[in-house]
């Protein structure tokens, strides 16, 4: 397999954009790819500081990776957890940390359970499933809403590939969740001073390219999935969307920009303003909440406090 662009040895072949590319012209490639989507959709410049938030994961850890080499001004953001089933939070720290040694970048640590007493699974205590998930959520949005609010960053960038946008389209068109299309997009813009824009700088970037770039490129990544995501439906509806990818290559792509410019042309009437949000303050932390005197993430913490 040779490079389209050199002739050398071809490292990826990627049907989707009729490319085989040899590692030096990926690693190329990845970059102007990603600059691209930050130009194309405005997410940040060259003076902005970004929080990069990374899991130890190969798609964080190149995006912090690409950020740097396109010059931009990066800290990293590793939230710990607490889930210690096969050590998994505390592993996935030692790649956020020696990255972040290796690269001599600022890493910011919040550990969950020294910082508010409980790590995700004894908070979450009714064992696997969805409810670990969305707890998980909602403590890592409010965690990285506050460093970023505390650290006066511009934007959170966040590793989610096309791949990942693409299950969660796929789910919402299934179940025509609205309100959450209408707020899937690469940029989340900020609602309130106090709560970050976010940005996904890897939305046009294919999982397999991001898994690519992450070995070219000699990042050393934690393999290991979250122990519970293993039933996660995005994994199912991964796996179909990679069977339509087979057949048709470039499926996921389209399907993808399809969305964005259905919803600027108004389709569906998702580009609709959204209405004026009231906000109060939270009693408790000071983030801005729509519901009562308590944010959910600190409700979260007093249930545990006080269990019905
Ligand atoms: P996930 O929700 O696990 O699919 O992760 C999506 C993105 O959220 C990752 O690409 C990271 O940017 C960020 N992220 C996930 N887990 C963490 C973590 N423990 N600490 C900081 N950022 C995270
Ligand atoms: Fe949050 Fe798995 S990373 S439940
Ligand atoms: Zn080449
Ligand atoms: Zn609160």
């Given at each position: 397999m040779k490079c389209t662009k050199c002739g050398g040895v071809a490292v990826i072949n990627m049907p989707q954009h009729r490319l085989k590319l040899c590692a030096e012209h990926f690693k190329e490639w990845v970059l102007s790819m990603v600059q691209r989507t930050i130009k194309r959709y405005r997410?940040?410049?060259?003076?902005d500081r970004i929080l990069v938030a990374v899991s130890g994961g190969k798609d964080s850890l190149s995006l912090w990776d690409i950020l740097i080499r396109l010059g931009y001004q990066t800290e990293g953001l590793y939230i710990?957890?607490?889930?210690t089933h096969e050590n998994y939070s505390d592993v996935s720290q030692e790649y956020a940390e020696a990255f972040a040694a290796a690269h001599d970048a600022p890493l910011h640590i919040v550990n969950v359970r020294e910082t508010y007493g409980q790590g995700i699974p004894d908070l979450a205590h009714?064992?696997?499933g969805k409810r670990m998930c969305s707890v998980c959520g909602l403590v890592k949005r409010h965690i990285m809403n506050r460093i970023a609010y505390e650290g006066g960053y511009a934007a959170i960038a966040t590793g989610h590939n096309l791949d990942d946008e693409v299950a969660v389209l796929l789910q919402n068109t299934l179940h025509w969740q609205g309100g959450y299309l209408k707020r899937q997009a690469p940029v989340l813009p900020?609602?309130?001073?106090r709560l970050a824009r976010k940005v996904k700088p890897?939305?046009?970037?294919y999982e397999r390219e991001t898994a690519a770039y992450a070995l070219v490129q000699g990042i050393a990544f934690v393999?290991?999935?979250?122990?519970?995501?293993?039933?996660?439906k995005t994994i199912f509806y991964k796996q179909i969307l990679n069977q339509l990818e087979r057949r048709s290559p470039g499926t996921k792509m389209q399907f993808y920009l399809g969305f964005l410019r259905a919803k600027e042309e108004g389709l569906f009437c998702l580009d609709e303003p959204e209405k004026e949000l009231t906000w109060n303050t939270c009693r408790k932390c000071g983030q801005p909440t729509?519901?009562?005197?308590?944010?959910a993430f600190c409700r979260l913490w007093e249930k545990q406090k006080h269990p019905a």
């Amino acid at each position: 397999m040779k490079c389209t662009k050199c002739g050398g040895v071809a490292v990826i072949n990627m049907p989707q954009h009729r490319l085989k590319l040899c590692a030096e012209h990926f690693k190329e490639w990845v970059l102007s790819m990603v600059q691209r989507t930050i130009k194309r959709y405005r997410m940040f410049g060259p003076k902005d500081r970004i929080l990069v938030a990374v899991s130890g994961g190969k798609d964080s850890l190149s995006l912090w990776d690409i950020l740097i080499r396109l010059g931009y001004q990066t800290e990293g953001l590793y939230i710990n957890l607490g889930i210690t089933h096969e050590n998994y939070s505390d592993v996935s720290q030692e790649y956020a940390e020696a990255f972040a040694a290796a690269h001599d970048a600022p890493l910011h640590i919040v550990n969950v359970r020294e910082t508010y007493g409980q790590g995700i699974p004894d908070l979450a205590h009714t064992g696997r499933g969805k409810r670990m998930c969305s707890v998980c959520g909602l403590v890592k949005r409010h965690i990285m809403n506050r460093i970023a609010y505390e650290g006066g960053y511009a934007a959170i960038a966040t590793g989610h590939n096309l791949d990942d946008e693409v299950a969660v389209l796929l789910q919402n068109t299934l179940h025509w969740q609205g309100g959450y299309l209408k707020r899937q997009a690469p940029v989340l813009p900020s609602t309130h001073p106090r709560l970050a824009r976010k940005v996904k700088p890897l939305c046009h970037l294919y999982e397999r390219e991001t898994a690519a770039y992450a070995l070219v490129q000699g990042i050393a990544f934690v393999e290991q999935e979250c122990p519970y995501s293993v039933n996660a439906k995005t994994i199912f509806y991964k796996q179909i969307l990679n069977q339509l990818e087979r057949r048709s290559p470039g499926t996921k792509m389209q399907f993808y920009l399809g969305f964005l410019r259905a919803k600027e042309e108004g389709l569906f009437c998702l580009d609709e303003p959204e209405k004026e949000l009231t906000w109060n303050t939270c009693r408790k932390c000071g983030q801005p909440t729509t519901a009562g005197d308590l944010c959910a993430f600190c409700r979260l913490w007093e249930k545990q406090k006080h269990p019905a």
